[in-house]
């Protein structure tokens, strides 16, 4: 397995230090957030009892987002997490978000390589500001965005900002279908 495969190993001191294995220093929550964000995965390890504190640091890292107002997780849907813990549904919950979220990181990948793939509608006008619109989009169903509105910020609760870029990317997309039409002619 390559080193970028491997989890990168953090070490958590008795002084509730984390210490990054690979660059040979301390960091901090919203470092390993950062490292996370790109792509890599992490463990933490406490030191000297060896157990696995993974869990525990990334919900510290998601209720820090949330309580800056990164709202990511609607209240109903907190509401149901705290309901699955006191029911037989634990079982099934975990299970049903890792193939949610599966579901989307393949369903953002995969339009994301047709927006990029070498095709005749990339050179047409309008066609960039319509990729990064997309991008953009995506980028705010998947939690990627900062500046998620204070009611919950999730799909669920598209903000008017949201509801306009909507409608320029279909007045953009029906241009475009136009432009086909009159090219197929």
């Known amino acids: 397995m390559a080193d970028n495969e491997k989890p990168l190993l953090i070490k958590r001191y008795a002084s509730r230090r984390l210490y990054n294995t690979e660059t040979s220093d301390y960091v901090t929550l919203d470092d390993i957030s950062e490292f996370i964000r790109g792509g890599r995965e992490v463990q933490i390890i406490d030191l000297k009892s ?5 869990r525990q640091y990334l919900l510290q890292i998601i209720a820090e987002h949330e309580s800056r107002g990164e709202n990511v997780l609607p209240i109903n849907v907190l509401t149901d997490l705290v309901r699955s813990y006191t029911t037989q549904a634990t079982s099934v919950v975990p299970d049903f978000l890792a193939a949610s979220f599966e579901m989307l990181r393949e369903g953002q ?7 990029t793939k070498a095709n ?3 050179a047409m006008p309008g066609m960039e500001a319509m990729r990064a619109q997309q991008e953009a989009f995506m980028k705010a169903m998947t939690g990627g ?5 204070e009611d919950g910020g999730g799909p669920a609760s598209a903000s008017g900002q949201d509801d306009e870029n909507l409608e320029e990317i279909k007045r953009q997309l029906a241009e475009l279908q136009a432009k086909l039409s009159k090219m197929d002619k």
Do not use: C, H, I, V
């Not at 060896?50 to 993974?54: E, H, M, N, V």
């Not at 990948?109 to 927006?115: A, G, I, P």
């Not at 965005?145 to 509105?149: I, P, Q, W």
């Open 50 to 54: 060896g157990d696995d504190l993974t």
């Open 109 to 115: 990948s995969k339009m994301m390589e047709n927006m």
């Open 120 to 122: 005749p509608l990339t």
């Open 145 to 149: 965005r900062a500046d998620a509105g």
